[in-house]
């Protein structure tokens, strides 16, 4: 099945990611006012979600779903939610990250509301990519010179392994309480990050 592309709208959006990252086949939402950076990009939505209270409500073909401006979900939620309910399980999320702090920190929360529903999902931004990573193997593969940090995300602390990484840990504890696992360096194409118990989140800066 083809992938779920949400646009959203951060005001630090990159316009060039977006057309070096949308498919022909991708499904892609735009969440409120994330259109108006799909026009700008010349990439047409498959559908338009959002309230539109900081945005106007485009005049288009493209199906819109109106949204109440009361409401629990934010519009990049509510678009996830569309994407799942037509059945996407690999979802990528531009403009999710930079602008407000609490909207980035509620699309980390929506990338483990995606594995819960059984779909896994990433945030992309300019030489970063934003992961949510379960206990299990997460290949670093190919990416020597760039930075990943980890983070516990959804649990009080997680146990990790880094092999072909500047820092080589074996089995230590990170805890929610001190950041031990920012910046460590890749140094192996076939770099392996282990959650051994808990999740957490992944960042990985891109090395240019």
């Not at 498959?46 to 819109?64: A, E, K, L, M």
């Not at 990943?148 to 820092?167: I, K």
């Not at 360096?185 to 960042?203: D, E, I, W």
């Amino acid at each position: 099945m083809s992938r779920c592309v949400i646009v959203a709208a951060s005001p630090s959006f990159d316009i060039t990611l977006l057309r070096q990252t949308v498919r022909t086949d991708d499904f892609v939402i735009c969440a409120d006012g994330g259109y108006l950076f799909a026009q700008k990009a010349g990439v047409k939505p498959s559908v338009i979600v959002g309230d539109f209270d900081s945005s106007q409500r485009p005049q288009t073909d493209v199906p819109i779903i109106l949204l109440p401006t009361h409401k629990d979900d934010t519009d990049t939620m509510s678009a996830i939610k569309e994407g799942l309910r037509r059945g996407y399980r690999e979802f990528i999320l531009l403009g999710a990250l930079g602008g407000r702090e609490d909207h980035t920190f509620a699309n980390y929360s929506a990338l483990q509301y995606l594995y819960e529903n059984g779909a896994q999902g990433v945030l992309l931004g300019k030489g970063l990519q934003v992961y949510y990573a379960p206990a299990g193997d997460f290949p670093v593969h190919n990416k020597e010179g760039c930075v990943l940090s980890v983070f516990p995300f959804g649990c009080a602390g997680c146990t990790v392994t880094h092999q072909g990484f500047e820092y080589e840990l074996a089995k230590q504890e990170l805890t929610s309480s001190f950041p031990l696992g920012v910046s460590n360096v890749v140094r192996s194409s076939c770099a392996v990050l282990t959650l051994h118990q808990g999740s957490a989140l992944v960042m990985l800066y891109d090395k240019g």
